[in-house]
Nanobody, 124 residues
Framework: QVQLVESGGGSVQAGGSLRLACAAS????????LAWFRQAPGKEREFVAAISRSGGRTSYADSVKGRFPISRDNAKNTVYLQMNSLKPEDTAVYYC?????????????????WGQGTEVTVSS
């Protein structure tokens, strides 16, 4: 099991940027695929982005592709989500998730460990 703590959320105007970070502890960080999910008010949690154990492969939801690059620093046990050109529809609680293995899974049930979430609000 790995413990995950997100940070970096906040309020921003449309067109602005935020960088989310997720710090991990407890197990060997580089053994985990990491992902970001989000849950908007009244909606189901959805996949945002995932990154492979080495950082060499990434996967994105169509809604964020080209705007939200995901990266990781295995030396710092941290995964990042750089959110650019933010839109009001990006407003949500963003969660970091981890899974053992190699596949860049997009279904939340395939992830074993979750953070508590960090809230992002984008105003028009």
């Amino acid at each position: 099991q790995v413990q995950l703590v997100e940070s970096g959320g906040g309020s921003v105007q449309a067109g602005g940027s935020l960088r989310l970070a997720c710090a991990a502890s407890g197990r060997t960080f580089s053994n985990y695929v990491l992902a970001w999910f989000r849950q908007a008010p009244g909606k189901e949690r959805e996949f945002v982005a995932a990154i492979s154990r080495s950082g060499g492969r990434t996967s994105y939801a169509d809604s964020v592709k080209g705007r939200f690059p995901i990266s990781r620093d295995n030396a710092k046990n941290t995964v990042y989500l750089q959110m650019n050109s933010l839109k009001p529809e990006d407003t949500a609680v963003y969660y970091c998730a981890a899974r053992v293995g190699y596949a860049l899974a997009v279904r939340q049930l395939e992830y074993d460990d979750w953070g508590q979430g960090t809230e992002v609000t984008v105003s028009s």
